[in-house]
């Protein structure tokens, strides 16, 4: 009964349990019932809130943040030089990346001297704050407007560079077109 009281007094909303014997008519739970069904029959005349997704989608959010991508510039070079921002950055601890020299030769792959050889990132740990995308200095990582696809196995969300990057604006015009919705 204290205990009662006490959380009447924190919340207002308390009430007692209403413990009178049940009347004929909720015994034999026609009436129930018959609410239950007149409640879903006026449902039929209602807007769905839901849609036939895939083939429906909604419009997202303008801030809305999605699936990772590794930007490339102008000229189809990896803008990334394995800095270690993002990763810093990162409240979820989700980036892991290993840097590599750029060789003679390598210029038209990779924009800056020290590149990163591997990239990846957890999208089971991430929580898709976009912090990396607004520490990179290198505008080499950014949020998109997809979801990240659904799989069967956790090593499956490990998302590497060979998923992350871009299509080459240069090589793969046309797979840069698709992946813009274009
Ligand atoms: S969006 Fe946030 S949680 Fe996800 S990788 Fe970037 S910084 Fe980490
Ligand atoms: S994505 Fe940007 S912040 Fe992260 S390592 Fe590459 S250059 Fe640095």
């Not at 009178?20 to 769905?48: A, Q, V």
């Not at 997704?53 to 303008?62: A, C, I, L, M």
């Not at 990163?116 to 957890?122: K, L, M, V």
């Amino acid at each position: 009964m204290q205990t009662f009281q006490k959380m009447q007094a924190l919340t207002n909303r308390a009430k007692a349990v209403d413990r009178k014997p049940m009347t004929f008519l909720e015994r034999i739970y026609l009436w129930n019932i018959l609410k239950g069904m007149l409640i879903t029959f006026s449902h039929i005349f209602k807007k769905k809130p839901t849609i036939r997704f895939p083939e429906q989608t909604r419009t997202f959010s303008p801030v809305f943040r999605g699936l990772h991508v590794l930007n490339r510039d102008e000229e189809g070079r990896e803008r990334c030089t394995a800095c270690g921002l993002c990763a810093v950055a990162c409240p979820a601890e989700a980036i892991t990346m290993e840097a590599a020299e750029r060789l003679p030769g390598e210029e038209n792959l990779y924009r800056e001297e020290k590149y990163a050889a591997r990239y990846e990132i957890n999208m089971l740990r991430c929580i898709f704050c976009g912090l990396c995308e607004e520490a990179c200095p290198k505008d080499a990582i950014y949020l998109s407007e997809t979801f990240t696809p659904t799989n069967f196995t956790r090593e499956s969300f490990i998302y590497g560079k060979d998923n992350l990057l871009i299509p080459n604006p240069k090589t793969e015009a046309a797979d840069l077109a698709k992946a813009k919705g274009m």
